[in-house]
């Protein structure tokens, strides 16, 4: 019977759920595992450091389904858990996979480099569970193909990390090769039932008949990743209006019949959102993910309709909860409306064009609204915590374009190498046309290391830089004037250019509106094949419209809040 390494067993199957290429950082207890990566038919990307490592896989992941990285035991794995922290608050299917000591070494009662220098070997892997659904350290060789099976099963059906400590001797230990083929990693949680599910069919239809203004707000939690290829055939086939929140954004079709805006709460856009959120009475709300800045500092008010919550393991309706799955509903659902008659639908106003009068310097609100035209169709667009997050509330992205962002876990320095995995991953799919990187030059200074990647392995990407004297998001929250919200300047075309030095690559500066419209207009620079910079020089006191209304409003509520408690 044909044997093959327990490593190999791994990595196949890594390879068998769609997982093309590994990223991470070589270090010694890992060393013997990583020559086993490439043979068996994966791709090894080394990163600058661990954290650039786990936000390339949770970018990697969110494009393709599922992403890994590999670190070595201690400082390693260590280093990666922001990372893996991110993947974890916003549902992202991220293996961690750490090379541990050999058993022997681990039994021997010698103090090894990268422990505590206790002896124990257990510490690391508690702190990982904190962030993982699953783990498991390989030390039977008995069981090892089995765990392996149950934590990379844990992973795609909860849609979280997980992580599997090996050791050398465990890798290199031989197993069946016909455990690959006796069973099969699960991809998602057990389905309900027909009956179950049917009745809840039955309820949303009934719901959608009776309702004088339904509406479809698609969201960004319940990992979007598994439902959203259904948003755009639900929205053609109820042929109602539908919105979309700061995570939900790059799914719905921006420039569809029945868009409406995004909704932030009291900082949606446009304008009339509210007022479209305020007249709706039954709300198909896919993947809701109320958390701070998606709601507009919890300012969305949803007290006056009912609300079907669409959830991974469950769909609940006011306040019953059904046994349903939202990415096994949503086609049965839209399968269903076929045979019923034209739902009423109250009309939405359309979406201002944006005011193209060009402002003397580069102003946020102006910068936003002109993304929009820069935009192609099936460009991926990764922005950053902060300004650039928000602002793109505003941007009406393209048709066939995927947007990326971490609005909830909000980890600075996350867009750069998020976009490296997520340009990664388009390629081996063949859906890559064209990487857009908005960041701010705060965050910019965490990761710069990532432009070592970004502009190698095929990726073109266009960077734009927001250099507004450091931190903008933080002065709403307290400092407005503080030094500790400043970044010292740095020279980010040149270092655009030194970390890939063979690699052509052209950096702009711009300071007024006119110099980037004009820019953004340049046909060579639309249609260059070589990565490009734009350092955007912006006061530090402007701010996304949406970004000075949420903090109002937040500023408001606490002052209502300490009247009320005579404070």
């Known amino acids: 019977m044909p044997e093959i390494l327990i490593g190999e067993y ?27 990566v490439e043979p068996s038919g994966l791709s090894w990307l080394g990163t600058p450091n661990e954290l650039i490592a786990s936000y390339a896989a949770d970018g990697y992941a969110r494009q393709r389904g599922a992403g890994a990285l590999i670190t070595t035991f201690g400082p390693g794995e260590l280093s990666a858990l922001c990372g893996i922290g991110g993947s974890k608050c916003e549902k992202v299917p991220v293996v961690h996979i750490v090379g541990y000591p ?5 039994k021997s009662g010698k103090i090894l480099h990268h422990t505590l220098s206790d002896g124990s070997f257990e510490h690391y892997i508690k702190m990982s569970g904190e962030l993982s659904c699953a783990t498991a350290v390989l030390k039977d060789i008995g069981t090892a193909v089995q765990e392996i099976d149950r934590v990379l099963g844990a992973m795609l059906v909860n849609q979280e990390p997980v992580y599997i400590g090996i050791s050398e001797d465990v890798a290199y230990a031989k197993t ?35 309702a004088k203004a339904p509406i479809v707000v698609v969201d960004g939690g319940a990992a979007r990743g598994s439902w959203a290829r259904w948003v755009n055939p639900l929205v053609e086939a109820l042929k109602i209006p539908v919105f ?59 007290d006056h309709a009912t609300v079907v919550d669409f959830q991974r393991f469950s769909v ?52 936003w609204n002109r993304m929009s035209s820069f935009l192609k169709p099936d460009d991926i667009i990764v922005t950053e915590t902060g300004t650039s997050q928000l602002g793109f509330s505003v941007t009406r992205l393209p048709t066939g374009s995927h947007l990326w962002t971490q609005a909830v876990y909000g980890s600075i320095g996350y867009a750069s190498g998020a976009a490296v995995g997520a340009a990664v991953a388009a390629k081996e799919m063949g859906t890559y ?22 502009n190698r ?56 509106a006119t110099e980037l419209d004009t820019l953004l207009k340049d046909e060579e620079f639309n249609n260059a094949d070589y990565p490009q910079l734009v350092d955007m020089i912006i006061d530090y006191k402007d701010a996304p419209t949406i970004m000075k209304t949420t903090f109002d409003n937040k500023k408001q509520e606490i002052a209502a809040l300490m009247a009320a408690d005579n404070i």
């Open 457 to 512: 392995h095929g990726i073109v990407p266009v960077v734009f830089v927001v250099n507004n004297k450091g931190y903008t998001v933080e002065r709403f929250f307290r400092g407005w004037n503080a030094k500790y919200n400043d970044v010292p300047m740095w020279d980010y075309g040149a270092l655009f250019r030194a970390f890939a030095p063979e690699v052509e690559a052209r950096a702009f500066k711009v300071s007024t």
């Open 176 to 210: 069946w090769s016909e455990y690959l083929d006796r069973s099969k990693i699960p991809r998602g949680p057990p389905p309900p039932t027909e009956e179950a599910e049917g009745q809840v069919v039955d309820k949303v239809l009934e719901g959608l008949r009776n």
């Open 244 to 302: 979309n929140t700061l995570l939900g954004k790059g799914i719905v079709d921006e420039y569809g019949e029945f868009y409406g805006g995004c909704f932030a709460g009291a900082g949606s856009s446009p304008e009339s959102v509210i007022g479209a959120i305020k007249r709706a009475d039954y709300i198909l709300w896919l993947g809701n993910f109320p958390s701070d800045f998606n709601t507009g500092m919890f300012s969305e008010k949803i």
């Open 316 to 367: 609940k309706i006011d306040k019953t909860f059904y046994d349903a799955q939202i990415d096994t509903i949503l086609p049965k659902i839209i399968e269903a409306a076929k045979s019923i008659p034209q739902l009423v639908r109250f009309q939405i106003e359309p979406i201002p064009a944006p005011d193209t009068t060009l402002p003397g310097p580069i102003m946020q609100d102006w910068l």
């Open 102 to 106: 050999t058993m022997a070494a681990q």
């Open 10 to 36: 791994l990595f196949l199957r890594l390879k068998e759920i769609g997982i093309e290429t590994i990223f991470g950082v070589p270090g010694d207890f890992e060393l013997a595992l990583l020559d086993l």
């Open 433 to 454: 046309k064209r990487m857009v990187l908005i960041t701010g030059e705060g965050s910019l200074q965490l990761t710069v290391q990532a432009f070592s990647m970004l």
